[in-house]
């Protein structure tokens, strides 16, 4: 069965970087892109972007630009987000999900405090 | 970019059928595939309704799509409501800059 886990929840101070993880398990990877979607307290969803790991491509929304780096890992089928120079307005829960979005990973809690 | 507007919240009685709208701001809603999602409390959304009116297989066939160009809006529609639909629903459409785009998303209680 193809799950998408993603790694545990972060505590970060204002102005330091998180990065974290989405493996795909139990089927091809390769064939599909990746999306990372966010969700703030309360609040509504919210597409990051996406990337295609088969050609290293990504694809930022204009409002993460420059702050935000998707990369992948074919040889472990894993993606990565890793966004900088955090805000206490990045306080979110953060989401992989596959190509047309019929897969989602749990989610990882990201709490930025001083 | 154009915005998807839902209603911030919506409640019906079990077994009732119950309608979440979903309007575009600008540019034809029959432009762009929409999809439904569901969200429980505490979990990840899981996709309903696919290309404005598919189900994805083991969703009830409770749960309908369909787009309306007169109002250029897309619909959500549950019958036979029941307690477990109790949820956050968001829609969803592509932009043609290369943007995925959510609705604001839809609280359903079921009274």
């Known amino acids: 069965q193809v799950q998408l886990v993603q790694s545990g929840a972060e505590v970060k101070k204002p102005g330091s970087s998180v990065k974290v993880s989405c493996k795909a398990s139990g089927g091809t990877f390769n064939d599909f892109s990746f999306s990372w979607v966010r969700q703030a307290p309360g609040q509504g969803l919210e597409w990051m972007g996406a990337i295609i790991p088969s050609v290293g491509v990504s694809n930022y929304v204009s409002k993460f630009q420059g702050r935000v780096v998707f990369t992948a890992d074919r040889s472990t089928s894993t993606v990565y987000m890793e966004l900088k120079s955090l805000k206490s307005e990045d306080t979110a829960i953060y989401f992989c999900a596959r190509d047309r979005f019929d897969l989602w990973g749990q989610g990882t809690r990201v709490t930025v405090s001083s | 970019n154009f915005m998807l507007t839902q209603p911030h919240s919506v409640s019906e009685a079990p077994g009732k059928t119950v309608s979440i709208s979903c309007t575009r701001s600008?540019?034809?809603?029959?432009?762009?595939?929409v999809q439904w999602y569901q969200q429980r409390p505490g979990s990840a959304p899981t996709n309903i309704i696919y290309?404005?009116?598919?189900?994805p297989s083991g969703v009830p066939d409770r749960f309908s799509g369909s787009i309306d160009s007169s109002s250029n809006s897309a619909s959500l529609t549950i019958s036979g409501l029941r307690t477990e639909d109790e949820a956050d629903y968001y829609c969803?459409?592509?932009?043609?800059?290369?943007?995925?785009?959510f609705g604001g998303g839809t609280k359903l209680t079921v009274l």
């Open positions: 290309e404005d009116n598919q189900r």
């Open positions: 969803q459409s592509f932009d043609d800059n290369n943007l995925w785009l």
């Open positions: 600008s540019g034809s809603i029959a432009s762009n595939y």
